[in-house]
């Protein structure tokens, strides 16, 4: 029997107080046809709905028969987050029933069409909007949040939208869609989730000139008018929410790591695209190393692309490889990152804090003959550096050619390569070619799905580097065990956890990420692992493991029909 069968066998039985028309129109209470007759007249709901019940299979039937009429993939997300507006019960059902078929559409790649259309697809509002114009009313703001008791919030300022860029207020698609994975993949009470948008205004032309554009039409604010909102808003959101955790998510490279670092101390948070990232790619790695039977502190590592996700990526990597005795400077040493200048390096003027501590000393690159010191180009880091391990963040489709991909692999037996930007229009390389360039000795994970690769005789399966194998874990693990801090080492803790789970542990030829039909198993082991580091740390609420695990138990939610009775009159028997 599935966790969803004994869920529907021991029905819950809860009390409510809207009846009629509103308690059809909210959507975490809303059945749809599926109210039993004894419902229907207990809530005012004859003649509302037509006669027959169904079951929800009966209900599944025709919402995935619906779906399947869809022929476009922008039309299928219109159709889900639809019936997410009109029956949450029914939607997460819809998406655990169809997860692998369905996931790629309410989040990436599709959620970034989405949030570029979103002015003119937009529906039903979900969740809060705080435009700058507000600043000075943003508690009145949180206290209009549709549910009162929220224990996580995504936060966006829409500026960094994947690797689409600055999309304002369309922006909101994806604290939607995190939210949602972190119900789907977790069990994360939706009624106990709350996705935010800080409309500071946008630089997108094209969005500006849109009449039908939705957000506040002003070009963005910046610099210390930009950070004492932020501040507002994380002042209310402790006042509003003190024991929620905050989740940034898709901020510019510019504010997503120091936002991170001045608030990480003050309130429950961290940010996905710099730690859940990190963590989700090492698990990769870690699987890797088994593989190739090395491990992660004999690697050298380059690294395209060094905003946010790049540096969030190497900090999980530094610390795995301190955990196997390098000390911090050894194992930043082995880190290579390239941004659009050229190679990070200490002879570079203005580079950001976030840059600097892995930037290379100019005395390891003074001896390679074929490199413009003024601009050490990708080839170049590959040529001298010889990396085993090759990594994507730049958002530059086709980056990794196929003379950068057969310098890399003359040196090395089973190269590691992660062409990791979102959405498939941004990935650095399509898998195939990674495959055929190397003659199938590539060992390739990306950020977006892609179909498996036939290569001599045989097929190779791409695993997918999803975050959402990690940040949904996290999320419930934090909150389950009241940790009031999010630390680097519960990332770490989840980036083992998953790896536990790579097919390619027993059979070198599979995917190093398993399919995402098992993902709220992963996440259950993450969330647990994440859990018993906050009790080592002295961050949980709880005295044992075996509190914390009921803890993690007692706040999974699972897509099943409660039956409804009146406010005060449960039933004693």
Same mark, same amino acid.
Not at 517 to 532: D, I, K, L, N, P
Not at 541 to 551: F, I
């Given at each position: 029997?599935?966790?969803?069968?004994?869920?529907?066998?021991?029905?819950?039985?809860?009390?409510?107080?809207?009846?009629?028309?509103?308690?059809?129109?909210?959507?975490?209470?809303?059945?749809?046809? !599926?109210?039993?007759?004894?419902?229907?007249?207990?809530?005012? $709901?004859?003649?509302?709905?037509?006669?027959? @019940?169904?079951?929800?299979?009966? +209900?599944?039937?025709?919402?995935?028969?619906?779906?399947?009429?869809?022929?476009?993939?922008?039309?299928?997300?219109?159709?889900? @987050?639809?019936?997410?507006?009109?029956?949450?019960?029914?939607?997460?059902?819809?998406?655990?029933?169809?997860?692998?078929?369905?996931?790629?559409?309410?989040?990436?790649?599709?959620?970034?069409?989405?949030?570029?259309?979103?002015?003119?697809?937009?529906?039903?509002?979900?969740?809060?909007?705080?435009?700058?114009?507000?600043?000075?009313?943003?508690?009145?703001? $949180? #206290?209009?949040?549709?549910?009162?008791?929220?224990?996580?919030? @995504?936060?966006?300022?829409?500026?960094?939208?994947?690797? &689409?860029?600055?999309? /304002?207020?369309? /922006?909101?698609?994806?604290?939607v869609g995190k939210l949602s994975l972190y119900t789907?993949?977790?069990? =994360?009470?939706?009624?106990?989730?709350?996705?935010?948008?800080?409309?500071?205004?946008?630089?997108?032309?094209?969005?500006?000139?849109?009449?039908?554009?939705?957000?506040?039409?002003?070009?963005? *604010?910046?610099?210390?008018?930009?950070?004492?909102?932020?501040? !507002?808003?994380?002042?209310?959101?402790?006042?509003?929410?003190?024991?929620?955790? $905050?989740?940034?998510?898709?901020?510019?490279?510019?504010?997503?790591?120091?936002?991170?670092?001045?608030?990480?101390?003050?309130?429950?948070?961290?940010?996905?695209?710099?730690?859940?990232?990190?963590?989700?790619?090492?698990?990769?790695?870690?699987?890797?190393?088994? *593989?190739?039977?090395?491990?992660?502190?004999?690697? +050298?590592?380059?690294?395209?692309?060094?905003?946010?996700?790049?540096?969030?990526?190497?900090?999980?990597?530094?610390?795995?490889?301190?955990?196997?005795?390098?000390?911090?400077?050894?194992?930043?040493? #082995?880190?290579? $990152?390239?941004?659009?200048?050229?190679?990070?390096?200490?002879?570079?003027?203005?580079?950001?804090?976030?840059?600097?501590?892995?930037?290379?000393?100019?005395?390891? *690159?003074?001896?390679?003959?074929?490199?413009?010191?003024?601009?050490? %180009?990708?080839?170049?880091?590959?040529?001298?550096?010889?990396?085993?391990?090759?990594?994507?963040?730049? #958002?530059?489709?086709?980056?990794?050619?196929?003379?950068?991909?057969?310098?890399?692999?003359?040196? =090395?037996?089973?190269?590691?390569?992660?062409?990791?930007?979102?959405?498939?229009?941004?990935?650095?390389?399509?898998?195939?070619?990674?495959?055929?360039? %190397?003659? /199938?000795?590539? &060992?390739?994970?990306?950020?977006?799905?892609?179909?498996? @690769?036939?290569?001599?005789?045989?097929?190779?399966?791409?695993?997918?580097?999803?975050?959402?194998?990690?940040?949904?874990?996290?999320?419930?693990? =934090?909150?389950?065990?009241?940790?009031?801090?999010?630390?680097?080492?519960?990332?770490?803790?989840?980036?083992?956890?998953?790896?536990?789970?790579?097919?390619?542990?027993?059979?070198?030829?599979?995917?190093?990420?398993?399919?995402?039909? /098992?993902?709220?198993?992963?996440?259950?082991? *993450?969330?647990?692992?994440?859990?018993?580091?906050?009790?080592?740390?002295?961050?949980?609420n709880a005295a044992s493991k075996e509190e914390l695990?009921?803890?993690?138990?007692?706040?999974?939610?699972?897509?099943?029909?409660?039956?409804?009775?009146?406010?005060?009159?449960?039933?004693?028997?």
């Amino acid at each position: 029997m599935t966790s969803i069968q004994a869920a529907d066998a021991q029905q819950e039985t809860i009390e409510i107080s809207l009846t009629g028309k509103s308690l059809l129109e909210n959507p975490l209470l809303n059945k749809g046809s !599926a109210f039993s007759e004894e419902e229907r007249r207990e809530f005012g $709901l004859l003649g509302l709905v037509a006669p027959h @019940v169904p079951t929800i299979e009966e +209900q599944l039937a025709r919402t995935y028969g619906s779906y399947t009429q869809k022929s476009a993939d922008l039309e299928r997300y219109i159709y889900l @987050v639809s019936l997410q507006d009109r029956n949450e019960t029914l939607f997460y059902r819809l998406l655990q029933e169809h997860i692998t078929e369905m996931m790629p559409v309410i989040y990436t790649p599709v959620v970034g069409e989405g949030c570029k259309q979103y002015s003119r697809i937009w529906r039903r509002p979900r969740g809060l909007y705080i435009p700058y114009t507000q600043r000075n009313d943003i508690g009145a703001v $949180l #206290a209009n949040s549709p549910t009162k008791k929220v224990d996580v919030i @995504v936060v966006t300022d829409g500026e960094r939208i994947l690797g &689409l860029g600055d999309l /304002g207020v369309g /922006g909101m698609g994806i604290p939607v869609g995190k939210l949602s994975l972190y119900t789907l993949c977790a069990g =994360v009470p939706p009624a106990r989730t709350l996705p935010i948008i800080l409309d500071v205004g946008t630089d997108n032309e094209e969005l500006l000139r849109d009449p039908l554009y939705l957000g506040w039409r002003h070009e963005r *604010v910046r610099g210390q008018e930009y950070d004492d909102f932020i501040e !507002a808003f994380v002042q209310a959101v402790i006042e509003e929410f003190p024991n929620v955790l $905050l989740q940034w998510e898709d901020f510019s490279k510019n504010n997503a790591t120091r936002l991170l670092e001045r608030y990480r101390g003050r309130l429950c948070t961290f940010n996905d695209d710099i730690q859940g990232t990190g963590a989700v790619t090492l698990a990769g790695f870690l699987a890797a190393m088994v *593989v190739i039977g090395s491990t992660i502190s004999k690697q +050298q590592i380059v690294m395209l692309g060094a905003g946010s996700s790049a540096t969030g990526i190497s900090d999980q990597i530094v610390s795995a490889m301190m955990s196997e005795g390098l000390t911090q400077r050894e194992a930043r040493s #082995a880190i290579w $990152l390239v941004d659009s200048h050229g190679l990070v390096h200490t002879g570079r003027r203005g580079l950001e804090p976030f840059k600097q501590k892995y930037a290379q000393d100019t005395t390891r *690159v003074s001896d390679w003959q074929s490199a413009d010191p003024d601009r050490i %180009t990708l080839l170049d880091v590959i040529r001298n550096v010889k990396p085993s391990i090759l990594i994507g963040t730049s #958002a530059q489709p086709c980056a990794f050619t196929e003379e950068l991909i057969r310098e890399m692999a003359k040196h =090395v037996e089973r190269p590691v390569i992660f062409p990791l930007s979102n959405p498939t229009s941004k990935s650095e390389a399509v898998p195939e070619d990674l495959i055929n360039w %190397t003659d /199938g000795r590539a &060992l390739v994970a990306t950020g977006s799905p892609f179909p498996s @690769v036939v290569c001599q005789n045989r097929t190779i399966d791409i695993g997918q580097c999803n975050n959402a194998f990690v940040f949904p874990g996290v999320g419930l693990g =934090v909150i389950a065990s009241g940790a009031r801090r999010v630390t680097n080492e519960m990332f770490v803790a989840a980036a083992r956890a998953l790896a536990e789970f790579s097919p390619a542990l027993h059979d070198p030829a599979a995917s190093l990420y398993p399919a995402l039909e /098992g993902v709220r198993t992963m996440s259950r082991r *993450v969330a647990s692992a994440v859990a018993c580091e906050a009790l080592r740390s002295g961050l949980a609420n709880a005295a044992s493991k075996e509190e914390l695990e009921r803890q993690i138990d007692a706040k999974v939610w699972s897509p099943c029909y409660a039956r409804y009775v009146r406010r005060g009159k449960i039933p004693t028997s």
